[in-house]
């Protein structure tokens, strides 16, 4: 089936008597822990676009939390998909071998910046992915209890990751104690420091004195820090980039201190950010990195790529039985054909300084947009209460994102009251065209 369209087409409001019956069902069955931004439900996906069960098509600038990017059922993953399921299904990779793990890990080892020898652990998810690679830091590094990570990340649900994800409270509460050991640092967002009053790169300078100054010489020696876990831009915290002053000094700390470097690349990885990976902004070779996501556009997937050394322990120290089957690899090397043949990282980079030159002109209509930014197609907008104090106006990003879904236009929210920007990588600059449009319309109307 198609869906044929070249805008979004809403022929009845959200929700329709249809997905108003689903979501009846769904709510009296499904654990209300989930947040839902939208009453869609979803019938039909291809491409940009999402057919609802009432006939409704939407533009998807969300990509399921940015992971089709290489658009919904794109030809190749379905194909490759289909090939595998004639030939092979689950065998379980703890007790046999997979051939197909290795052909994608051969593949996606070498396309991890750093030149020396590495190794790939497969799980089913990100939070998974960040299970391995805590356990592998913590499991080399005896005597060394810490781990640092910085607020608001976020790095999953799970009780390992979950330490470390400091987006919201509610994510936290009532679960502690978590895996023990996690150290929080602020995170320099320039645009909103930690530290108020600061800026630019007093705020990067603040941050750092916090962390050598404090940190280390009060609270926990450097000595016992086994690693650290960063986002290179942080997703569900607001889609803020961390400053190139910051990452570079953070390396210089993992290699006086010694203690090894996690890249959570589970939002920014797979030519989302521009780049194949977001750290190659940075020039930083990760000691290890995280991913899931768009790795098999929307099937389980988690890999944790490590330098080789890390992933060298004992059998039984990590496993799993699902982690990459035949079917889910097979859909993440068409992903990677997919990113090579049709030059995502250079189109996401492209299009993502277009799209936000055209929405830093909405800036000049609606001064309540307080900030635009992001790289490549990774953009966060940040609407505020006044510019001058720049203080969050959650009501505003939320009714935003209401009105642009009635309009046919899926926008996620992220941090305080940024929204989150993430097409397919697949999209045209006339799709862009028409989502700032409809983002003018929405904010008009949420505002009024
Ligand atoms: C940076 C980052 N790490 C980890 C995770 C957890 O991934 P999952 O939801 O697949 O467990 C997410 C999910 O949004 C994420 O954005």
């Known amino acids: 089936m198609t869906i044929n369209a070249s805008r979004p087409r809403i022929v009845?409001?959200?929700?329709?008597?249809?997905?108003?019956?689903?979501?009846?069902?769904?709510?009296?069955?499904?654990?209300?822990?989930?947040?839902?931004?939208?009453?869609?439900?979803?019938?039909?996906?291809?491409?940009?676009?999402?057919?609802?069960?009432?006939?409704?098509?939407?533009?998807?600038?969300?990509?399921?939390?940015?992971?089709?990017?290489?658009?919904?059922?794109?030809?190749?993953?379905?194909?490759?998909?289909?090939?595998?399921?004639?030939?092979?299904?689950?065998?379980?990779s703890c007790d046999f071998y997979n051939y197909l793990q290795v052909i994608y890990g051969e593949r996606l080892t070498r396309l991890v910046p750093g030149n020396f020898h590495k190794r790939i652990f497969y799980g089913n998810s990100g939070t998974e992915s960040v299970?391995?690679?805590?356990?592998?830091?913590?499991?080399h590094s005896p005597g060394k209890p810490y781990i640092i990570g910085f607020v608001p990340g976020f790095h999953g649900r799970t009780f390992g990751?979950?330490?470390?994800?400091?987006?919201?409270?509610?994510?936290?509460?009532?679960?502690?104690?978590?895996?023990?050991?996690?150290?929080?640092?602020?995170?320099?967002?320039?645009?909103?420091?930690?530290?108020?009053?600061?800026?630019?790169?007093d705020c990067v300078?603040?941050?750092?004195?916090?962390?050598?100054?404090?940190?280390?010489?009060?609270?926990?020696?450097?000595?016992?820090?086994?690693?650290?876990?960063?986002?290179?831009?942080?997703?569900?915290?607001?889609i803020?980039?961390?400053?190139?002053?910051?990452?570079?000094?953070?390396?210089?700390?993992?290699?006086?201190?010694?203690?090894?470097?996690?890249?959570?690349?589970?939002?920014?990885?797979f030519a989302r950010t521009g780049k194949m990976f977001a750290i190659e902004y940075y020039g930083i070779e990760p000691d290890v990195m995280t991913l899931a996501k768009a790795g098999a556009n929307g099937l389980p997937f988690g890999p944790c790529v490590a330098r080789a050394e890390?992933?060298?322990?004992?059998?039984?120290?990590?496993?799993?039985?699902?982690?990459?089957?035949?079917?889910?690899?097979?859909?993440?090397?068409?992903?990677?054909?997919?990113?090579?043949?049709?030059?995502?990282p250079e189109r996401a980079a492209e299009l993502g300084?277009?799209?936000?030159?055209?929405?830093?002109?909405?800036?000049?209509?609606?001064?309540?947009i307080g900030d635009v930014r992001g790289k490549g197609l990774m953009i966060g907008v940040e609407f505020v209460k006044d510019r001058e104090t720049k203080a969050p106006n959650k009501e505003l990003r939320n009714k935003v994102i209401e009105e642009a879904f009635k309009r046919g236009l899926i926008i996620?929210?992220?941090?305080?009251?940024?929204?989150?920007?993430?097409?397919?990588?697949?999209?045209?600059?006339g799709h862009i065209d028409i989502a700032v449009e409809i983002l003018d319309e929405a904010i008009k109307v949420a505002k009024s």
């Open 353 to 368: 300084d277009y799209f936000m030159r055209r929405l830093r002109e909405l800036m000049d209509k609606h001064e309540e």
């Open 205 to 238: 300078e603040a941050v750092l004195s916090y962390m050598e100054d404090f940190l280390f010489k009060h609270v926990v020696p450097p000595d016992e820090v086994a690693g650290l876990i960063i986002e290179p831009i942080l997703g569900a915290g607001g």
């Open 12 to 92: 009845i409001e959200p929700p329709g008597p249809k997905a108003r019956e689903w979501i009846e069902r769904d709510k009296k069955l499904l654990s209300t822990s989930l947040t839902r931004t939208a009453p869609l439900v979803p019938e039909e996906t291809e491409y940009i676009w999402i057919k609802d069960v009432d006939g409704n098509i939407y533009m998807d600038f969300g990509s399921g939390i940015a992971v089709v990017n290489v658009g919904h059922r794109h030809p190749k993953v379905v194909k490759a998909i289909k090939e595998v399921v004639d030939e092979l299904d689950h065998t379980n």
């Open 131 to 139: 299970e391995c690679a805590l356990k592998a830091v913590r499991w």
């Open 310 to 344: 890390l992933l060298e322990w004992d059998p039984d120290a990590h496993e799993n039985t699902l982690g990459a089957n035949p079917v889910v690899i097979s859909a993440a090397l068409a992903v990677l054909d997919v990113i090579e043949e049709e030059k995502l």
């Open 240 to 269: 803020v980039p961390a400053p190139e002053r910051f990452m570079r000094e953070l390396k210089r700390m993992s290699k006086d201190y010694g203690f090894y470097m996690i890249i959570d690349e589970v939002q920014t990885g």
């Open 412 to 429: 996620l929210g992220s941090g305080t009251s940024a929204l989150r920007i993430q097409p397919p990588l697949v999209i045209k600059k």
């Open 161 to 201: 990751s979950v330490a470390f994800t400091t987006t919201k409270l509610t994510a936290r509460r009532r679960f502690f104690p978590f895996m023990g050991g996690a150290v929080h640092v602020p995170f320099p967002n320039t645009y909103r420091c930690p530290f108020k009053g600061l800026e630019g790169d």
